[in-house]
């Protein structure tokens, strides 16, 4: 990466994929991805689209990376991509979500959640991977990206949770990224999860995940009042 942001974050990946049921099963398929890392989970996702596949036996597979260093985690998806690439396909259905939590409290505390999500960044990253329209990734609302405080913002978000704010909820699960584990009381799985990117063939796309990523922890370091 472009910037040393590793003793400064550490994330993890979520990896959607269909793999060729004929080929492997999940079990096996399981044990070659853990086979990398003993903190590899896996498990399925409802919203895999199964008909978008050649495969005559199609499978889908959710792929979890635990927390890792910047640099140790992308050593680890690259190994990952390489499986995906061996077993199964990525099509227009699947996602790829990076998690990211800073590793000092005072940075974690510092975030200006209402200025990160100003940026354009996450529109762009939507249209480079295609998925503008894709409802698992939505934008966020515009009309509060005037706030700039923490507590305040999931406040707004849990009074608004039965509510819609342009057209949208705002710390819901399915935004391009998402604070719903980004909460004032900092706990063990606190995270920022980032869901625009994915699409087809998005694990031949390494090196732009990479670039795009370092882009992300730029804007979250630029989101601090530190």
Same mark, same amino acid.
């Given at each position: 990466?472009?910037?040393?942001?590793?003793?400064?974050?550490?994330?993890?990946?979520? @990896?959607?994929?269909?793999?060729?049921?004929?080929?492997?099963?999940?079990?096996? =398929?399981?044990?070659?991805?853990?086979?990398? =890392?003993? *903190? @590899?989970?896996?498990?399925?996702?409802?919203?895999?689209?199964?008909?978008?596949?050649?495969?005559?036996?199609? *499978?889908?597979?959710?792929?979890?990376?635990?927390?890792?260093?910047?640099?140790?985690?992308?050593?680890?998806?690259?190994?990952?991509?390489?499986?995906?690439?061996?077993?199964?396909?990525?099509?227009?259905?699947?996602?790829?979500? @990076?998690?990211?939590?800073?590793?000092?409290?005072?940075?974690?505390?510092? =975030?200006?959640?209402?200025? =990160?999500?100003?940026?354009?960044?996450?529109? %762009?990253?939507?249209?480079?991977?295609?998925?503008?329209?894709?409802?698992?990734?939505?934008?966020?609302?515009?009309?509060?990206?005037?706030?700039?405080?923490?507590?305040?913002?999931?406040?707004? *978000?849990?009074?608004?949770?039965?509510?819609?704010?342009?057209?949208?909820?705002?710390? *819901?699960?399915?935004?391009?990224?998402?604070?719903?584990?980004?909460?004032?009381?900092?706990?063990?799985?606190? %995270?920022?999860?980032? %869901?625009?990117?994915?699409?087809?063939?998005?694990?031949?796309?390494?090196?732009?995940?990479?670039?795009?990523?370092?882009?992300?922890?730029?804007?979250?370091?630029?989101?601090?009042?530190?």
């Amino acid at each position: 990466m472009k910037t040393n942001y590793n003793s400064k974050f550490k994330i993890g990946f979520e @990896i959607e994929m269909v793999f060729n049921g004929d080929n492997i099963s999940f079990e096996n =398929l399981t044990r070659k991805f853990q086979r990398l =890392l003993p *903190g @590899i989970t896996t498990g399925h996702d409802g919203s895999i689209d199964l008909h978008d596949s050649d495969f005559y036996h199609p *499978g889908d597979i959710e792929i979890k990376t635990p927390p890792l260093l910047v640099e140790p985690a992308f050593k680890l998806l690259k190994k990952v991509f390489n499986l995906v690439k061996r077993y199964g396909k990525t099509n227009h259905s699947t996602g790829f979500h @990076i998690n990211i939590s800073p590793i000092h409290n005072k940075t974690y505390h510092s =975030l200006d959640p209402f200025k =990160l999500i100003k940026s354009h960044l996450w529109n %762009r990253i939507k249209r480079e991977f295609n998925r503008e329209k894709n409802e698992y990734c939505k934008s966020l609302p515009s009309c509060l990206k005037f706030k700039n405080n923490l507590d305040l913002f999931h406040k707004i *978000g849990e009074a608004l949770s039965t509510r819609r704010v342009d057209g949208e909820p705002l710390v *819901g699960k399915y935004n391009a990224i998402s604070f719903r584990n980004y909460k004032p009381i900092r706990e063990a799985s606190s %995270r920022i999860e980032i %869901r625009a990117m994915g699409g087809t063939n998005y694990h031949n796309k390494y090196n732009l995940i990479k670039k795009h990523t370092d882009l992300i922890l730029t804007e979250f370091m630029k989101s601090c009042k530190v």
